[in-house]
């Protein structure tokens, strides 16, 4: 009998021990600001860390126009920083200890009191929500599903439209592609908050625009940033047995795929994938955009950190024919938000104003479908918490990037056209086969 129990407890205990061992920690690891290099010398010594310190984790891709923050277990701090100093690399220490910030946040994430922008929520706080905000507002809310995912979760959308007669263009809205972007859905949680409680001066945001919404795109990773790893990154297929699963399904787009800003590497977190659109959650995102492309003016796609407007292009210093129309709407959502609390945003394309990416959501809806203005948000901050941006910035996030986005939003509208749109005409012209989405491509381009 005695016996027996104390076999139950010290099941228990392995069990507990088991739960915690398999949650990654971080204790130890640093992040480091590199400053930007100065030359092609220190950007080549940079680009050279990334290629052979496989367990360094690049925060953000090596650049000649920005400070590149790394992140560094116990084990590799030594030898990174004596790489950094051979090669004449300025850098200083943003986070000195990752598991502290982690765990700040965490204490915060456990108390549930349903949806708010105080903590960040678990994805079934939020699914829950967006289905409670369509039982009690069916003449303006639904949900569905664009798809699902790598296992099995739902791509909820949320549709907003309150005149379905008008037939209004469309935004399209996605967030929380990269995993471990909480403010994110944070944010996109928020528009829809709003976009349900409008005052009546912001009336016409509902009445002259539908708005098409997956507030977490990838559920997988967003799941296991809450479970087992912080910091995940990737969705969770399992294209190479149990080693090194997920892909960066910003970079798994058919535009341009596997070009700049990619890593062949399955473990490495700007892995591609092993062929385009081999993840459910970006061929999903792609097909509802290039079906619906009459209808999307905008597609705005949230990530952090950073704070940039990013316009395309990404695989290509090559800038879309109409960019300074792009350019000038994107300032003017940058100074409507820094209005609110002062935050600083640049704007422009990611190959001029950061570094090259291919592959990535927003190349392939200005380059595919054609959706006009096609944007990638870096949130807050620059770098002094990164992906770990305390709770207590959640609000005010959201609140400042709401102004840049009514900014878009009445843009769209004014634009609204009469007659055969664009699209009506450009749709008519050419191949309407899904499948064939480098011919509609091409003749794209050649059309503008
Ligand atoms: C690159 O810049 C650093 C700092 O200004 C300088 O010390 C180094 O000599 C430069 N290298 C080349 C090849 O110009
Ligand atoms: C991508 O979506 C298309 C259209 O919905 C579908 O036919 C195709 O099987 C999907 N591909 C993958 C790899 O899921
Ligand atoms: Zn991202």
Redesign the pocket.
Known sequence: MLKARGLILLGIALTVATIIASEKRYSGYKVYTVKKARNDTEYKALLELQKNFKKVDFWSDPSKRRPTDIMVSPEDLTKTEQFLSSHGLEYSVAINDVQRVVEKENVRSTRQSGMNWRDYQRLRTIHDWLDSLAAFNPQVAQTGSIGRSTEGRNLKMIKLSKNPEKKNPVIYIDGGIHAREWISPAVTTYIIGKLMSLSPQDADLLENVDWHIVPVLNPDGYEYTFNEDRLWRKSRSLHNGPNCPGVDLNRNFDFHWGEAGTNDDPCRNTYPGPYP??E?EA??TA?YLFNNRNKIRAYLTFHSYSQLWLTPYGYTEDLPSDYEELESLGLRAARALQEVYGTEYEVGAPSHILYSNSGSSRDYAKGVPGIKYSYTIELRDQGDFGFLLPPQQILSTCEETWEGVKVIARQVARERPSGPTFSDIYNSIVDRD??DRTKVDVAGIRLR
Do not use: A, E, L, Q
Request: glycine residues 0%.
């Open positions: 659109f081999s459910p061929n999903s097909s899904p499948d």
